[in-house]
């Protein structure tokens, strides 16, 4: 089960920090994805970490400015949100799914759990 949370309104340059608790199973094994829909659009791919060595794949849209980690001994993973932008304004997704980081960590279709989503609005 993950339960994201962290979201808000902020203004156009704040910083936000998400958070996805993990639980109900180990996920030493698992690649944790973090992907975004906005109104009216396809859900897209943010960041993914892989939560036994730690490597990270940020999105090309948010490269830069959004870093993803994670805490092992609290079961979480972060998205770390810099810079934002009003174009950042959706609900942000976290999802596990089994195996190592690569290209494919980018594409819903491999995650099998997902959170519930928190909005994160931001105002120009």
């Known amino acids: 089960q993950l339960q994201a949370s962290g979201g808000g309104v902020v203004q156009a340059g704040d910083s936000l920090r998400l958070s996805c608790a993990a639980s109900?199973?180990?996920?030493?094994?698992?690649?944790m994805g973090w992907f975004r829909q906005a109104p009216g659009k396809a859900r897209e791919f943010v960041g993914a970490?892989?939560?036994?060595?730690?490597?990270?794949w940020i999105g090309d849209s948010v490269q830069g400015r959004f870093t993803v980690s994670r805490d092992s001994a609290k079961n979480t993973v972060y998205l770390q949100m810099n810079s934002l932008k009003p174009e950042d304004t959706a609900i942000y997704y976290c999802?596990?799914?089994?195996?190592?980081?690569?290209?494919?960590?980018?594409?819903?279709?491999?995650?099998?759990?997902w959170g519930q989503g928190t909005l994160v609005t931001v105002s120009s």
């Open positions: 970490i892989s939560w036994s060595g730690g490597s990270t």
């Open positions: 999802a596990a799914r089994v195996g190592t980081l690569s290209a494919t960590s980018q594409f819903t279709r491999y995650y099998r759990t």
């Open positions: 109900g199973r180990t996920f030493s094994d698992y690649v």
